[in-house]
């Protein structure tokens, strides 16, 4: 199984909601991501989890809010979101997380966020 | 700096014709070069990835060069398919501790009919 599954394909909050965000991969990999992409783009680096701690947190504002729970999941719970964070959320995963020795990543097919 | 950059920004090719995306990239020290496929909307496909003593990888017809030296990648597409319309991302990782993997911008393809 090489695969990274998301969910929701598609969520669509208002800025006083509280939502979450699924990522999962059982290819026991020990190095998780969030990315956030807006149109046009390339995706942007929000969050690494290395063996299921955080390791890099890339500036991101306390509206988004990391959790890995266990080795295979990786979660981001949205609060108070604003407009201008609608964009495709992506999840990837990697055996270990790049660095010395870079490993490839793998990506989820992305959560569609829409801040009303 | 490290920096990804990648041309054309967009690129329109006739249906079975080939071409050819090009990377440059000035990140040190260089680890691996990886190329991926996304359709709108959805996420990266990994294509290929190249190591530092790799300058050439197929897969399909998708093949990679890397020219290590120069610091230069490109993607070439053989007999190009309405499917292939995407937009192809050069990533690029640093040999050092920590996360540190750069994005280019992307090409985006359209192939027509």
């Known amino acids: 199984d090489t695969e990274v599954t998301q969910t929701p394909k598609h969520l669509v909050m208002g800025m006083t909601n509280k939502k979450s965000l699924k990522c999962e991969q059982h290819m026991g990999h020990r190095a998780m991501y969030w990315y956030k992409q807006k149109a046009k783009k390339p995706p942007e680096l929000m969050f690494v989890y290395s063996y299921e701690k955080l390791s890099i947190n890339e500036s991101v504002p306390s509206r988004f809010s990391p959790e890995c729970p266990n080795s295979s999941l990786l979660n981001l719970h949205l609060h108070a979101l604003q407009p201008e964070d609608s964009a495709l959320y992506l999840c990837?995963?990697?055996?270990?997380?790049?660095?010395?020795?870079?490993?490839?990543?793998?990506f989820g097919p992305g959560t569609r966020l829409t801040v009303t | 700096k490290n920096q990804v950059e990648q041309s054309p920004q967009s690129l329109i090719i006739l249906e079975g014709k080939n071409c050819t995306l090009q990377?440059?990239?000035?990140?040190?020290?260089?680890?691996?070069l990886r190329w991926y496929k996304q359709d709108t909307g959805r996420g990266p496909v990994s294509l290929t990835i190249?190591?530092?003593?790799?300058n050439t990888k197929s897969n399909g017809r998708y093949t990679a060069t890397l020219d290590a030296d120069t610091k230069q990648s490109s993607l070439h597409i053989t007999a190009s398919q309405l499917s292939d319309s995407a937009s192809y991302i050069c990533?690029?990782?640093?040999?050092?501790?920590?996360?540190?993997?750069?994005f280019g911008a992307g090409t985006r393809l359209f192939v027509k009919a």
């Open positions: 190249m190591t530092f003593s790799e």
């Open positions: 990377c440059n990239y000035t990140v040190s020290p260089f680890s691996n």
């Open positions: 990837a995963s990697s055996r270990q997380p790049s660095g010395t020795n870079s490993y490839e990543q793998y």
């Open positions: 990533v690029v990782s640093r040999n050092t501790g920590g996360f540190k993997t750069i």
